[in-house]
């Protein structure tokens, strides 16, 4: 098992940028694959970023050139870095792992509780 805990989210205007955190703990083996996801009000949970065990880095369309996905195995944390904020940007934000790469998709086994993202114009 593994435990995951997003922080970092908040407030911000356009433009601007936040920077999340997802600290995982328990077996931390299981995050050979991790990745950020957000749902937005009345809209499905879709991929943001994903890195693999290897570091290959996979971004969605909507967010490449502005958000960037990184993480630190000593320190057993996932961070998203976002910039250049859109209003389309506010959704909560969750952060996955699993022993098994699905990349952008919805398989993972382990989330976290989310963290609320609000780009207001």
């Known amino acids: 098992q593994v435990q995951l805990v997003e922080s970092g989210g908040g407030s911000v205007q356009a433009g601007g940028s936040l920077r999340l955190s997802c600290a995982s703990s328990?077996?931390?083996?299981?995050?050979?694959?991790m990745a950020w996801f957000r749902q937005a009000p009345g809209k499905e949970r879709e991929g943001v970023a994903a890195v693999d065990t290897f570091g290959l880095i996979t971004y969605a369309d909507s967010v490449k050139g502005r958000f960037t996905i990184s993480k630190d195995s000593a320190e057993n944390t996932l961070i998203l870095q976002m910039d250049s904020l859109k209003p389309e940007d506010t959704a909560v934000y969750y952060c996955?792992?699993?022993?098994?790469?699905?990349?952008?998709?919805?398989?993972?086994?382990?989330w976290g509780q989310g963290t609320q993202v609000t780009v207001s114009s």
């Open positions: 328990g077996d931390t083996f299981t995050n050979d694959y």
């Open positions: 996955a792992a699993d022993r098994v790469d699905f990349v952008l998709s919805t398989g993972y086994a382990f």
